[in-house]
């Protein structure tokens, strides 16, 4: 679609092979006038019929008018003219009813739409001032370029010169960068690769408009445009940075963590992004900040853009289909990546942020856990009850509870005096402890010393508030102060009280909560001050209208920056410390889930979905939330299985139970006060229901851990929206009901009350039911399917092979039992899969080789296992069965190694045969004619 900025004449084409040769001469602009004062400065404007005389103060970071006189004209044809859809947003301010006197201060065109939920009613006009692109010059890497400016905004301190940097990073990736060349701003200390040279055969081209300033970034080959930001002016105050770019397609994904279905809609919708303790609600700013979006193409390709920013930030997406980034602070850091394909686009993403960590097997079991177990013995008896189920469980958690007074690194002696001997027996069974910890701590004397507290006094490791005291708020134990992780001191102070907390209580994991971090008072008990961090010129909507609503203060001081700029990055730094303190104590791999996440929070931790509610509509939002985390580089997810608040009933706690199976990261948890929901209190129907879904999960484990391995060294996604296999079937992009684990395994739940059947789109292909192989044949079509209650539709698709094991109750019991494998053939009669296996919890298994690879193909009636790498000590798994789905003529013969063995064929034809016996660690075929 056109956008009503026309591209203006004075266009520089990128040279060489990254655009069209450059025409024209670049002009060398004058340096801009003298910089905005401190404390005053006047604008003056005539146009829309309104002279305004501006004079402004900086009164808590707002202007305010001298004088405002308006002629009576009507409103010019060039604010007419721009149609709805493509009107930018000239008066953001949320908390404000914008009117035409407002509107035409700021040289914006009004014009009065039916509703307020729609178009803007002040937006720019296709002439108002923005940058001027001054010099560009070629670099080693790219290029590098000024712009000036020399009408002022209306937001304080604009940023009259920029630097505009663009590295063509790879043939994929594009890096454009936008700083201040005068001034040091603020910029995320992330850690992200640095390229050596110029990529050779970009799949982009790049096109800059001088006046006004503007990138256009096309897919060489179609030409579509990827990025055209001359649509809107770029904004660059001190406090207040916006950008706006056309998008090519409807088709948007990503921009968490908020909770709205996988697909978004560019219905004039604003995301806010600063992390926040609230309940996942629809339209609010959750717990996470990724400012990264997937975007198809109307010819199913696909890119991806990524705002490395960690500042509070809105998103504003319009039906143009458009895409506008505001953010009160930082630097505007961009990175493009061309794909071509969402996979890839992915995979692009985690090259810059970081792959994900390999979690340890155990972390892929299930894992139970409740606020309100009362002690330790009660935990205890619910482990009991699970065994004597013989229902699989790998890991018992607590909540708060066990804590004294509510204090992290402490255990209520009177009732969770027996902890330790939990852990041991959970230990003795093949079982695993994880446990909560806070980051807020406990600052309260009135119960005499508390070591936490006192250590981090003396060595400063608190956030400060401007006078150097620390800042103290209000969590579960009362008052309390808040670990500075930007400091390299917090780390040590943190592994020391875990080192000392563990020899206690030897826990295995660890879970972070609380860490946006959350704050029973607005900014602090003593308030926050009245400056421009804590009150900034604009604030984004976030939920509570402020930046300290249910949180520290921005202007808190930490080691690295304020907390106006650190603010989203406490959970991600809280999760460093943390891996950083388990590896030192534990020695094997870390496993960590936490609430609160940000960009490369993969490489240290999971992630739960937060507080969500014993609700259908809540069961059906964890799809959209396992797809996003899976695009975020946190493929290890999942949300609290039968839900966290209120009182579940049984049918949902079944389903959910049977979703839950298939979250990469699978956890039942329940509030205080409400009904237990752990399988054992249900129904003998219900609890074998339940039962039989964790049956499945862990028969599937080595296809699980396998996809985590190939997470880990490349970044695939685990669980995956069906798009990503099918990009070029358009009825895939919506849908967030099924999703794939990995390529091969489609699963698709009910969601809904009282039903007995499910409807689910199957693309073009066969496809097979997992527990019988009876075969489906579609041409892209929903499908309505049997599912009573003790059931739960999980498909292969065809050309798959996937490694299978005889389950167990736990991950330990599980791993030493044989394979079972299942061969799913395409049309063609072939398929493919693979398997990775280690030890499970050592550390960088695959760096030090301490691993074997297997690959499995089918082709002209032949099963192959294939070693491509075997370095463990002892290869003792076996292989005892083969399955082959889709075999359309009875065979005659069967042989292993060429040695005749028995089968089976049965009428759906499935092919199958048992009691091979034979070793993973050596390759064997076997044939069927």
């Known amino acids: 679609m056109k956008s009503y900025r026309k591209l203006p004449t004075h266009v520089t084409h990128a040279p060489g092979p990254y655009g069209e040769e450059e025409e024209e001469e670049e002009e060398e602009g004058n340096e801009p006038g003298s910089p905005p004062a401190k404390k005053t400065l006047s604008l003056r404007w005539q146009w829309l019929g309104v002279v305004v005389i501006v004079g402004a103060g900086l009164l808590g970071g707002t202007f305010w008018a001298i004088s405002v006189r308006r002629l009576p004209v009507e409103p010019p044809g060039k604010c007419i ?46 002439d108002f001032p923005s940058y001027t692109l001054k010099t560009l010059n070629r670099t080693e890497l790219g290029f590098l370029g000024v712009l000036t400016r020399t009408v002022k905004t209306y937001y304080p301190r604009d940023v009259l010169v920029l630097q505009l940097q663009v590295d063509l990073e790879t043939d994929t990736r594009l890096h454009i960068k936008l700083t201040d060349p005068n001034n040091s701003r603020y910029e995320v200390p992330l850690e992200v690769p640095s390229a050596t040279k110029k990529a050779e055969n970009p799949l982009y081209s790049l096109d800059f408009s001088r006046d006004p300033f503007g990138i256009l970034v096309k897919r060489r080959g ?66 996470g900040v990724h400012p990264f979006y997937l975007n198809m193409e109307e010819a199913g390709t696909t890119h991806g853009v990524f705002l490395l920013n960690s500042n509070a930030m809105e998103v504003v997406l319009q039906p143009a289909p458009a895409l506008t980034w505001r953010t009160v602070g930082g630097i505007l850091d961009f990175y493009i990546f061309l794909g071509p394909d969402p996979s890839s686009v992915v995979q692009q993403y985690q090259q810059v942020i970081g792959f994900p960590t390999m979690p340890p097997f155990w972390g892929l079991g299930f894992h139970l856990c409740r ?102 708020g209000q969590v579960w134990p009362g008052l309390t102060a808040f670990p500075d992780f930007s400091n390299p001191e917090t780390h040590q102070w943190w592994l020391e009280n875990l080192n000392v907390f563990h020899a206690r209580v030897p826990f295995d994991g660890l879970w972070i909560d609380m860490n946006e971090p959350s704050n029973f008072k607005d900014g602090s008990v003593d308030g926050c001050t009245s400056g421009e961090l804590d009150n900034p010129p604009y604030t984004p909507a976030v939920l509570g209208g402020s930046l300290f609503a249910k949180t520290i203060c921005a202007s808190a001081k930490q080691s690295l920056s304020f907390h106006y700029d650190l603010h989203n990055l406490y959970g991600l730094m809280e999760a460093k410390a943390t891996a950083s303190a388990l590896i030192a104590i534990r020695g094997k791999r870390p496993f960590i889930i936490s609430r609160s996440t940000f960009p490369s929070q993969g490489r240290y931790s999971g992630h739960w979905l937060g507080d969500n509610r014993s609700e259908w509509k809540d069961m059906y939002w964890s799809i959209p939330g396992l797809l996003n985390f899976n695009l975020f580089g946190i493929p290890l997810v999942g949300a609290d299985i039968c839900g966290f608040s209120g009182s579940t009933t049984e049918e949902l706690c079944t389903r959910w139970m049977q979703l839950g199976a298939f979250y990469p990261f699978a956890r039942n948890h329940n509030t205080k006060d409400a009904k237990a929901q752990d399988p054992v209190v249900f129904s003998p129907s219900a609890r074998t229901a339940m039962k039989e879904a964790l049956m499945t999960r862990y028969a599937l484990l080595p296809y699980l851990y396998t996809l985590f391995h190939h997470a880990h060294r490349r970044g695939d996604t685990v669980a995956r929206p069906l798009f990503f296999e099918f990009p070029q079937d358009k009825n895939t992009y919506a849908l967030d009901q099924q999703f794939l684990w990995g390529r091969n395994l489609l699963v698709t739940p009910v969601l809904e ?177």
């Open 222 to 287: 179609s030409g579509v445009v990827l990025l055209n930001t001359t649509v809107a002016p770029l904004i660059f105050a001190d406090q207040f940075l916006q950008i706006s770019t056309l998008l090519p397609s409807a088709f948007l994904y990503g921009l968490g963590e908020h909770r709205r279905g996988f697909l978004h809609h560019l219905d004039w919708t604003t995301l806010s992004f600063w992390a926040r303790d609230v309940p996942p609600t629809e339209s609010y700013n959750l717990y």
């Open 753 to 929: 009350p009282g039903v007995d059947a499910v409807i689910g789109y199957f693309p073009i292909g066969v496809w097979y039911d997992y527990y019988t192989g009876s075969s489906l044949q579609s041409q892209g079509e929903k499908v309505k399917l049997a599912a009573p209650l003790n059931h739960i539709n999980v498909h292969i698709r065809e050309g798959a092979v996937l490694p299978t094991q005889k389950p167990d109750i736990t991950t330990w019991m599980s791993s030493g039992n044989p394979l079972l494998l299942v061969a799913a053939l395409s049309q063609e009669g072939m398929a493919w899969g693979d398997l990775f296996w280690d030890d499970g919890e050592s550390l960088d298994t695959f760096e030090r080789g301490n691993y074997s690879y297997v690959v499995f193909n089918v082709s002209q009636n032949v099963f192959t296992s294939s070693v491509l790498h075997c370095n463990l000590e002892a290869i003792y798994i076996t292989v005892d069965g083969l399955t082959v789905y889709g075999v359309q003529k009875q065979p005659q013969v069967v042989t292993v190694n060429g040695k005749e063995i028995p089968f089976s064929y049965m009428e759906n034809k499935v092919l199958s045969m048992s009691g091979l016996n034979l070793n993973l660690s050596r390759s064997f075929s076997i044939k069927w004619i």
């Open 81 to 126: 003219s721009v149609p709805e859809s493509q009107r930018f947003d000239c008066y953001p301010e949320w908390d404000t009813v914008v009117t035409p006197e407002l509107c035409q201060m700021r040289g914006c065109c009004f014009l009065q739409s039916s509703s307020r939920g729609g178009p803007p009613w002040c937006f720019y006009p296709p």
């Open 371 to 472: 606020w309100g177990y009362g002690s330790s013995n009660q935990t205890w008896q619910t482990v009991k009850n699970m065994r004597s189920y013989l229902i699989p469980q790998d890991a018992q958690w607590n909540d708060i509870d066990y804590m004294e007074g509510s204090r992290d690194f402490t255990v209520d002696p009177g009732h969770f005096g027996t902890l330790p001997q939990l852990v041991m027996d959970l230990h003795k069974h093949g079982q695993y402890y994880v446990l909560i910890l806070d980051p807020a701590i406990s600052s309260s004397q009135a119960t005499g010393t508390y070591a936490p507290y006192d250590e981090g006094l003396k060595k400063g490791i608190f956030i400060n508030i401007t006078h150097g005291q620390p800042l103290i």
